[in-house]
């Protein structure tokens, strides 16, 4: 089954202590990108990856980090998390970049940083 | 201006209605218009996906483009419970490199039953 696997899907942690969302996507896909999702603000891109070795920042990258070593996995690293990253996050993947093929969403990570 | 507009709703209909949900956009160069559709707990899913101007219909569902006003619209007939969900417009540009899509808000959708 093609699918976008996002870990973990909650996760309550403090401000400061550095936490990694994984997700890894089975279908060979090219393009992967993460977005923020926040009530009143829609769904946001936060980084995005053309190929391995390849990423760029997207629309709101400030306290984020990724890395993408290999194809299928594209971790999200928050080094130092603060309140305002409060969020329901979610990677997707898509053959090519953008809208011109299908984006395929993971199920979400929801973070509370108190 | 915001690159999307989509009325956040919440939109209540009854069970049969056809159901009417739109977005504005500001950029021209948008070409690529999409509509997902994300249930509670659950990433967005694609519904509907459309190149260009015109209308595309899947079963209850139509898409329908309108480049010059720049209006995109997804028109749900005998709606059901079960498309109660938040609808997502979302639209990119075609560019080299990175083409993001652009999301609207988001409508949230009540079907009664």
């Known amino acids: 089954e093609a699918q976008v696997t996002q870990n973990p899907r909650y996760l309550i942690t403090v401000t400061g202590k550095k936490l990694t969302v994984t997700c890894s996507q089975n279908?060979?896909?090219?393009?992967m990108s993460w977005y923020r999702q926040d009530p009143g603000l829609g769904l946001r891109q936060i980084y995005y990856?053309?190929?391995?070795?390849?990423?760029d920042k997207g629309d709101v990258p400030e306290g984020y980090k990724v890395s993408r070593k290999e194809k299928r996995n594209f971790p999200l690293i928050l080094e130092s998390p603060s309140p305002n990253q409060t969020s329901l996050y979610f990677c997707?993947?898509?053959?090519?970049?953008?809208?011109?093929?299908?984006?395929?969403f993971g199920q979400g990570t929801r973070l509370t940083v108190v | 201006q915001k690159e999307v507009e989509q009325d956040p709703g919440p939109l209540s209909v009854p069970e049969g209605a056809i159901v009417s949900l739109n977005c504005t956009y500001s950029?021209?160069?948008?070409?690529?218009f999409m509509w997902y559709r994300q249930y509670s707990r659950k990433g967005p899913e694609l519904l509907m996906y459309?190149?260009?101007?015109g209308n595309k219909e899947d079963g209850r569902f139509t898409a329908q483009v309108d480049k010059s006003s720049k209006y995109i619209s997804l028109f749900i007939r005998d709606s059901q419970p079960s498309d109660s969900a938040t609808y997502l417009c979302?639209?990119?540009?075609?560019?080299?490199?990175?083409?993001?899509?652009?999301f609207g808000k988001g409508t949230r959708l009540s079907v009664i039953a």
């Open positions: 990856s053309m190929n391995v070795e390849v990423t």
């Open positions: 950029n021209s160069a948008f070409q690529y």
């Open positions: 979302a639209m990119s540009a075609r560019v080299r490199g990175n083409t993001p899509l652009v």
């Open positions: 997707a993947s898509s053959s090519k970049g953008g809208g011109t093929t299908e984006a395929f």
């Open positions: 279908m060979n896909h090219e393009y």
């Open positions: 459309t190149y260009s101007s």
